[in-house]
T-cell receptor, first 110, second 114 residues
Framework: AQSVTQLGSHVSVSEGALVLLRCNYSSSVPPYLFWYVQYPNQGLQLLLKYTSAATLVKGINGFEAEFKKSETSFHLTKPSAHMSDAAEYFCAASLGQLIWGAGTKLIIKP | DAGVIQSPRHEVTEMGQEVTLRCKPISGHDYLFWYRQTMMRGLELLIYFNNNVPIDDSGMPEDRFSAKMPNASFSTLKIQPSEPRDSAVYFC????????????FGNGTRLTVT
C-alpha cells in the first residue's frame, strides 16, 4: 500500500538558512508527487509537482524538490529561508488515490 | 477564476443542531473532495466525487455525516446532529483529473460545536 512519510512534525531554521523538509514515499511504482503549503487560516496551495518530466522540480517562492527513485524521496529545499516561509508543508503522492503526509510545520527564527 | 469557494467561513453551533457546509468548485473540474483537518488527526479525506457521483465515502465518520453534489458547480456536507467532536476545519478541493492534476483548495469552514 502507498504511504507518505514526512520526517519531523516541526522544523526550525534561522532566517537566511537552508530549508530542508523531508518526504519519503512507499509504492512499487513511482507516483506523481506534490508539495503543498498551508498558511494560517487558509487552504492548502500547490508549491510544486513531480510528473516524471524532470527529477529536479522548481516551484513557487524559490522552493524546489528533487525526486530520487533510489531513495524513494522527494525532499523540499530552499536555499535561504524568509520569515514569510513560516507555514505548514504537506507532501502528497498519487497513483490514482492521493495519499498525504502528516505535514511539517516550518518555523523561521529571526 | 475565483477558485474554490466555501461558505460559511466560520460556523458556531450547539450540539444536536444540523450544520450544512457549502462548496463551489472551479468550473471544469470533474473531481471534488471534502477533507477535515484537526490538530489531533491532521488532514482526513471524508469523501470525493467524480462527475457528481460519490466515488469513495469510506472516510465519512458516521451516518451523521452526508454529502451531496446535485450538479457540477455545487456540493454540500451536512452533519446532523452535530457533536463537539465534529469541531474542525472542513476543506473542499477540486481538480481537473487524477492522478497528475493538483488539488485546488478552498479556504475552509471552521466549525465549532459547543
Amino acid at each position: 500500500a502507498q504511504s507518505v512519510t514526512q520526517l519531523g512534525s516541526h522544523v526550525s531554521v534561522s532566517e537566511g538558512a537552508l530549508v530542508l523538509l523531508r518526504c519519503n514515499y512507499s509504492s512499487s511504482v513511482p507516483p506523481y508527487l506534490f508539495w503543498y503549503v498551508q498558511y494560517p487560516n487558509q487552504g492548502l496551495q500547490l508549491l510544486l509537482k513531480y510528473t516524471s518530466a524532470a527529477t529536479l522540480v522548481k516551484g513557487i517562492n524559490g522552493f524546489e524538490a528533487e525526486f530520487k527513485k533510489s531513495e524513494t524521496s522527494f525532499h523540499l529545499t530552499k536555499p535561504s529561508a524568509h520569515m514569510s516561509d513560516a507555514a505548514e508543508y504537506f507532501c502528497a503522492a498519487s497513483l490514482g488515490q492521493l495519499i498525504w503526509g502528516a505535514g511539517t510545520k516550518l518555523i523561521i527564527k529571526p | 477564476d475565483a477558485g474554490v469557494i466555501q461558505s460559511p467561513r466560520h460556523e458556531v453551533t450547539e450540539m444536536g443542531q444540523e450544520v450544512t457546509l457549502r462548496c463551489k468548485p472551479i468550473s471544469g473540474h470533474d473531481y471534488l473532495f471534502w477533507y477535515r483537518q484537526t490538530m489531533m488527526r491532521g488532514l482526513e479525506l471524508l469523501i470525493y466525487f467524480n462527475n457528481n457521483v460519490p466515488i469513495d465515502d469510506s472516510g465519512m465518520p458516521e451516518d451523521r455525516f452526508s454529502a451531496k453534489m446535485p450538479n457540477a458547480s455545487f456540493s454540500t456536507l451536512k452533519i446532523q446532529p452535530s457533536e463537539p467532536r465534529d469541531s474542525a476545519v472542513y476543506f473542499c478541493a477540486s481538480t481537473a483529473g487524477l492522478p497528475d492534476s493538483p488539488l485546488h483548495f478552498g479556504n475552509g469552514t471552521r466549525l465549532t460545536v459547543t
